[in-house]
């Protein structure tokens, strides 16, 4: 196997992983114990919530329970990825225990540590994205162009709204891989996700309700599928019925070193919606992959850490969840090993050098109206400034291998760390 093939590996394992802790979530993850560290407000407001996926560190009921621990001592909300359970939403079948179990068991240990909830509802195989997962046997083969399923994925957001009211309900998680696999498929989820939106805001209007893009295939920059053109355009499919724009997004998998990714890469996809722009998953290795993947270091990944919290302010973002506060223990065999070093802090929980910008970034007053008051202060400064003073013009992201831009700047212009 070619060694850039590890990318789309490193991706897959992605949420592979996640629907592994799903999988392995537990009654346990109660927090009768949890004590909530006081936090010491400095620095400028933000404008986003932050939080971690419920991908625990290790596959245990400590685990779990120690990730929900950092989540809420360390961020405002906990992300979890689960896929549908059609047989208990299609027509005429009823919610079972253990689905209800499932979602009373996630409210509950988020509620008992002051943590709000963001759900990924995925409908697709995260091994072949251009099919459903977990379908009944007697639906095998089907799309969401079938009225069952259609009917049952509906069904089930209306209910993960109406008993858990999230923050944010993402359905359909990286839907541009799916479109890039089979696009019949993809306009049949489309459908079916714009029913879901209506019926969703209906029984909760609080809740923002989005699908996710995965940026760095968006962009066509993964080196080893075949490059093409932004897909901006599939923006356009979701008009009038998404709350935000939600991008996960992994750049090492896609560039040698922190410093090559371009100084636009994020600021670019604010030319093409005026909606927020929402990190539902974030990720930058620590240190080098498997067949020379990547470069990273440390170093890398702080410098990372902070550009993507300069992009975040700069774009007034309501949502950064970093895909893992830990180093994942059972990460070892391929693919999973290309995740090793994606946490924040190592196995035996040792911070980084990303972690004090985590931690720094954390202790900002989260107000969004502060954020954005003071986001447009900015904004009229700088468009005040000569235009000599201005940032060039870059070209558009480059994977890997390529001339790709090194100087490591944020979307503001901010020299690199």
Not at 17 to 38: D, M, Q, Y
Not at 146 to 163: H, P
Not at 173 to 178: D, G, H, L, P, Y
Not at 368 to 394: D, G, N, V, W, Y
């Amino acid at each position: 196997m070619p060694p850039r093939s590890r990318i789309s590996l490193a991706l897959l394992a992605l949420t592979l992983v996640a629907v592994l802790a799903s999988a392995c979530r537990t009654e346990s993850t109660g927090g009768s114990s949890f004590t909530k560290r006081p936090r010491q407000e400095a620095g400028e407001p933000r404008s986003y919530l932050l939080g971690f996926s419920d991908t625990p560190w290790a596959l245990t009921d400590l685990g779990t329970r120690q990730t929900y621990d950092l989540a809420a001592n360390y961020g405002e909300l906990i992300l979890v990825q689960r896929s549908p359970n059609w047989a208990d939403f299609v027509p005429g079948a009823t919610a079972s225990d253990d689905v209800r179990h499932e979602l009373t068991t996630v409210r509950d240990a988020a509620k008992s540590r002051g943590l709000q909830v963001a759900i990924v509802l995925d409908p697709f195989d995260p091994t072949a994205r251009d099919k459903l997962q977990r379908l009944p046997p007697t639906l095998a083969g089907k799309d969401l162009s079938n009225a069952e399923l259609r009917t049952a994925f509906v069904q089930e957001a209306v209910f993960i709204a109406r008993n858990l009211r999230p923050a944010y309900l993402v359905l359909g998680n990286e839907v541009n891989a799916t479109f890039e696999r089979n696009p019949g498929t993809y306009l049949s989820y489309v459908t079916a996700y714009k029913e879901a939106y209506d019926a969703v805001k209906a029984a909760a209007p609080e809740t923002q309700v989005l699908p996710s893009f995965q940026y760095e295939e968006l962009l066509g920059v993964i080196p080893d599928l075949p490059p093409h053109p932004p897909r901006w355009q599939l923006l356009k499919d979701f008009q009038g019925k998404m709350d935000a724009v939600g991008i996960t997004t992994y750049p090492s998998f896609a560039f040698n070193v922190a410093r090559k990714v371009p100084p636009t890469y994020y600021s670019a996809i604010r030319e093409q919606t005026p909606l927020p722009i929402a990190f539902v998953g974030a990720g930058y290795a620590s240190g080098p992959g498997r067949d020379n993947l990547n470069s990273s270091t440390p170093a890398e990944q702080r410098r990372f850490l902070l550009r993507l919290f300069e992009d975040a302010d700069f774009l007034g973002s309501p949502l950064v969840v970093w895909f893992a506060e830990r180093d994942l223990s059972f990460a070892t065999a391929p693919p999973y090993d290309l995740l090793a070093s994606l946490g924040l802090r190592d196995i035996g929980d040792k911070p980084k050098e990303s972690w004090p910008v985590w931690e720094t970034t954390v202790n900002r007053r989260y107000d969004p109206i502060a954020a954005e008051e003071l986001r447009q202060k900015k904004a009229k400064e700088a468009a005040s400034q000569p235009a000599a003073t201005a940032p060039p013009s870059q070209p558009a992201a480059q994977p890997s291998g390529t001339a790709a831009a090194s100087t490591g700047a944020g979307a503001t212009g901010t020299p690199a760390r």
